[in-house]
């Protein structure tokens, strides 16, 4: 995904999360008139605007083998880490205090494997909400401009079939 890619070349350090929510945050979002992924991020947006944070971000919905659905994405840093936590928890839900250490993982965001990871069951949680992925719109800008520069250097390189006979000819 061009948004990961983004992230990780952008000037400040990019983080890879899980969220897992709490069932009352599932029903809520579940029930929500327009769908269960526009509610979480109508409440991360809302949040993160209460703090005073511009956060761009990409999360996806994905689900566990019982059909639990969480949370994956990405962010460029702006912020600690523990504000954003405490942001994601008014947003999403707080778990319990015995489970509260397992709700959220953030990390650093090593390479664009964690998108593939992140929507690799984006065909089924589909079936189950509907759209299952959303990119703020800086991110999404961001993620477009890296996409047509990958794209322009793929162009300008030799074609891979050629390239023996590029390094065996003289020039």
């Known amino acids: 995904m ?4 983004a992230l990780q070349i952008a000037d400040k350090p990019a983080y890879a999360f899980t969220f897992n929510l709490t069932s009352k945050a599932r029903e809520k979002a579940l029930t929500h008139p327009r769908g269960f992924l526009e509610s979480l991020k109508r409440s991360l947006d809302k949040q993160l605007a209460r703090a005073g944070v511009r956060l761009p971000y990409w999360f996806c919905i994905d689900r566990d083998r019982d059909g639990r659905l969480h949370i994956h994405g990405a962010f460029g840093a702006v912020t600690e880490n523990e504000v954003l936590k405490e942001i994601m ?3 999403w839900g ?7 250490q397992f709700q959220i993982k953030i990390v650093p965001l090593r390479d664009d494997g964690w998108a593939t990871y992140a929507t690799r069951n984006h065909r089924r949680v589909s079936k189950v909400i509907g759209q299952t992925l959303t990119v703020t719109r ?3 800008q ?11 250097i793929m162009r300008r390189s030799p074609d891979p079939s050629n390239l023996p006979r590029l390094l ?4």
Do not use: D, K
Not at 2 to 5: L, M
């Open 2 to 5: 061009a948004a990961t890619a």
């Open 89 to 91: 928890r008014r947003a």
């Open 94 to 100: 707080e778990a319990p205090e015995r489970g509260r």
């Open 138 to 140: 800086a991110l999404q």
């Open 142 to 152: 961001e993620a477009e401009q890296t996409y047509s520069e990958v794209r322009r």
């Open 168 to 171: 065996c000819e003289p020039q």
